[in-house]
């Protein structure tokens, strides 16, 4: 292979898309939505947890699925990488990316999954004051914002990559 094919050009656009994409949604969480959520008038416990509940089940829905089709276009790219002698020093920055684009998974359940479980326990018990629904609802902001950074770096190896 002489150069790039052009469904390696197009799994790598798409994994650059994915991947920039997934780090756009998870810092809108973290900037717009729950802000929008705390900033709320006196909002009893249970409608900070119902707000918050409604943001994670819709991520939980699609966040890894565009972390795992960024991870797939990336990996091909890889794999074209590997086997070509125009760009074979290429195929470890795009498993670089790759792993960045899906190291969400990882840190959603390591680091984010004492916060997650207290806030879904505290989803169906309500036995938490709004002052530590606050702060649960902000920690959760703030590690999201962290989980965020993850697949602007897989983003920024593929663009590395891509140039």
Known sequence: MASP??????????????????????????????????????????????QWHNLFTNGKKLGPAIAILGAVNYLYVAWGAYNSTYERGLWKTYVGAAACTLGIVPYTFLVMGATNQQLLAQTAQLTISEVE???????????????????????????????
């Open 5 to 50: 094919t052009t469904i390696t050009r197009i799994c790598l656009g798409l994994g650059i898309t994915t991947s920039s994409f997934l780090a756009g949604a998870l810092y809108t969480c973290s900037s717009l939505a729950i802000p929008a959520i705390l900033t709320a008038p006196s909002p009893s416990p249970s409608i900070l947890l119902r």
């Open 133 to 163: 629904v606050r702060a649960l609802v902000e920690r959760w902001g703030f590690l999201n914002l962290v989980r965020a950074g993850i697949p602007v770096v897989g983003t920024a190896l593929g663009l590395w990559g891509a140039l």
